[in-house]
């Protein structure tokens, strides 16, 4: 059994194709923008499922903001076994869809997209690795990430070693390897000697969707 997740624009043939080269399928969930047209296509979609027994979700996202909607798809998707899943990215904005296709990378999903010259051929999987990019963090890192995040802009190093209960020399070691791909900042506080970290927009979305929301 399969979930398919899709992002959609003013129309719902590029999504539809996704149904009919699925099998068996447990539910369907498809994101759309606030526009008008884009609510009606996903209206189509939700009484198209209806029609051959298919429960159907329908998710309204902010589709020009691309951090916000990954973190809404992410959201989604994350409450569903990766293995389960087929994203049809295939309609709806260029935010959107860049959206989805961040997400299923993140996520190691299976992403597709419809022959738009014949919409009746299946769905073409791109050729994306199924694995998650939260599995290139350790344990601790993750922790110390996530305690980062949960104080963004609030907590230094000194603060982590209490947080987590940890030896300085740990702390400073799983900070500086952070930093070096990217997935926290440090910025200088009145006293120079101290710096707080903080986890930028992109790299918060390494985080689960619960760490994020405390």
Partial sequence: MVTVFGTLGFTPEKFLPSLRHHAPIERVCVFHDADERSHEAAEEVAE?????????????????????????????????DPSDVVFNITGGTAVLTCAALLTSVLEGLRAETTDL???SQPPEALPLMTMSYKELLT????????????????????????????????????????????????????????????????????????????
């Fill in 117 to 119: 010259r014949d919409a």
């Fill in 139 to 214: 344990d601790a890192q993750r922790n110390v990430l996530s305690a980062i995040a949960e104080r963004n802009g609030k907590v230094s190093q000194r603060d982590l070693t209490d947080v987590l209960d940890l030896r300085k020399a740990t702390v400073s070691h799983h900070v500086k390897s952070l930093k070096e791909r990217g997935l926290v900042t440090g910025q200088r506080a009145e006293d120079a000697r101290m710096e707080y970290l903080e986890v930028p927009p992109s790299a918060d979305l390494l985080l689960e969707p619960a760490a994020r929301d405390e």
């Fill in 48 to 80: 198209h499922c209806s029609n051959i027994g298919l429960p159907c979700e329908t998710i309204e996202v902010d589709a020009f903001d691309m951090l916000e909607a990954t973190k809404t798809i992410r959201d989604e998707v994350t409450e569903v």
